[in-house]
């Protein structure tokens, strides 16, 4: 009890009720051997901690009711995006070795759970009850909730739209065997990505407005998003997978060319920056990079041949 009563922002109660949550969807994956609930688990929990640190407050504060709002619309669409596709496809085969394994499946519920308490903190710090009257005769609104609110609305917006576009391009028969270069998809190559972790850099500015002392570890949200998006399971991944399946497609390398990684760009703008550039400014780490050395080289074709074919087939 001297703990919960010591802990004035509901770390230690939020991340009990992950462990538990996390642990308890395990227990039905692993004995079931089936993947449905992976990701669900994942966007569900989110909003159980924005909303139960809500209550805990008993505050109701504008911008406490602001954070929860964003985080539970932003939680249930995504969680019921991920729900109905992962039901269309069957199974997810980012665990086709860890089902018949336990302790490896139990890895990926224990890193989710991390995930989910370290990203959730610039709301657990937004809805501790000391936040609602940290600013106090003047409880108005700061440039950072202005630019934060933004930044979250602008991500969510990039973020359902991929999603859904990308979806829908998969759902289409006619698209077998293309990879999806419509609408964001088309200006970049994981705009779904952009849009998420532009989502917690704009939550973090938010939570900047109550930030002292120990609450700005909240930064740690967007910085362990990018890094996971970034360099561990987001992108290098998904490229890896791209490469191999169409390195030998002249159109496709000619889109990867063209095309920004995450930061939505013109093509013909992104295809003109020097390599080095767009490493550095651009996000075109060579990570991503799984193509041989003449792939490469057939991907930068001569303005005297023929332009490239934005719908070409495999």
Not at 165 to 178: E, H, V
Not at 205 to 229: E, H, N, Q
């Amino acid at each position: 009890m001297l703990v919960f009563e010591a802990d004035t922002n509901n770390l230690a109660i939020c991340a009990i009720v992950t462990v538990a949550m996390q642990f308890s969807f395990f227990l039905v994956a692993c004995t079931c051997k089936f993947d449905k609930v992976t990701d669900f688990a994942g966007g569900t929990n989110f909003v159980v901690l924005g909303l139960l640190t809500f209550l805990l407050a008993e505050t109701y504060q504008w911008r406490q009711i602001m954070v929860t709002v964003f985080i539970t619309v932003w939680g249930l669409r995504l969680s019921g995006y991920l729900l109905y596709r992962i039901i269309k496809i069957g199974e997810d085969k980012r665990f086709d070795d860890k089902r018949e394994n336990c302790l490896a499946f139990a890895g990926f519920w224990i890193f989710q759970a991390f995930w989910v308490f370290t990203v959730s903190l610039p709301v657990i710090f937004v809805n501790a009850p000391d936040s609602a009257t940290f600013l106090t005769p003047s409880d108005a609104w700061t440039p950072q909730d202005i630019i934060g609110a933004i930044l979250f609305v602008t991500g969510l917006l990039i973020e359902t739209f991929a999603d859904f576009q990308k979806f829908g391009f998969r759902n289409d028969p006619a698209n077998k065997g293309k990879w999806c270069d419509k609408g964001v998809w088309k200006v970049s190559r994981h705009p779904n990505y952009f849009g998420e972790i532009i989502i917690w850099i704009g939550m973090f500015i938010i939570s900047t407005s109550i930030c002292v002392d120990g609450k700005w570890a909240g930064v740690l949200s967007p910085l362990f998003t990018m890094a996971i998006l970034l360099f561990l399971s987001g992108i290098p991944l998904l490229e890896k997978k791209s490469d191999e399946r169409y390195r030998k497609n002249e159109e496709y390398l000619q889109y990867k060319n063209r095309t920004s990684p995450l930061v939505p760009l013109p093509p013909p703008c992104y295809g003109c920056l020097p390599r080095a550039f767009k490493c550095l400014c651009c996000c075109e780490f060579p990570l991503y990079n799984y193509l041989d050395p003449e792939d490469e080289r057939i991907s930068i074709k001569p303005s005297n041949e023929e332009p490239y074919n934005e719908n070409a087939k495999v």
